[in-house]
């Protein structure tokens, strides 16, 4: 068994692990927005009338009853962190991937091809995270001294 043999194995099994990490998010994250769903809609469904929906609504429950319905409630800021975050970790990996493919020269072709697709998914973050700090300082939507 040859060296590039033994390393496939290695290379393969995280590259499957991140697919299923992934997916598994997904179907979390979508559970999480359909029952959100179901509660909001049995609430609004106890009202009687649109007198005592709007009654409600101008409670503070019903403030943060409206709060609640917001489906990502993630402020910008931590947004964008993470995605600074997900750019650099990409980035990495992508090098990584392209540092193996010159260790194992018979793979380096498929190898060298992850690394450099997960690289510019990495840079790509990171150029989606420095447009939207830009227009979201140019906006106001964040504090100009950051």
Do not use: C, H
């Not at 692990?17 to 609004?44: E, H, P, R, V």
């Not at 709007?54 to 943060?64: A, I, K, V």
């Amino acid at each position: 068994m040859n060296q590039a043999e033994q390393i496939a194995p290695i290379i393969i099994l995280p590259i499957f692990l991140i697919i299923g990490a992934i997916m598994l998010k997904m179907g979390l994250d979508f559970k999480k927005i359909k029952l959100k769903s179901q509660i909001n809609q049995k609430l609004i469904d106890k009202f009687s009338d649109v007198n005592d929906f709007n009654t409600f609504l101008q409670s503070s429950s019903g403030t943060e009853f409206l709060r609640m319905l917001s489906i990502d409630t993630n402020p910008p800021k931590e947004k964008m962190i993470s995605t600074i975050y997900r750019g650099i970790v990409l980035l990495f990996s992508g090098a990584g991937f392209w540092a193996i493919g010159f260790i194992i020269p018979e793979y380096s072709r498929y190898i060298n091809s992850i690394g450099v697709i997960l690289a510019f998914l990495g840079i790509g973050f990171l150029v989606s995270w420095y447009l939207a700090f830009t227009l979201s300082k140019k906006l106001g939507l964040i504090d100009k001294s950051i």
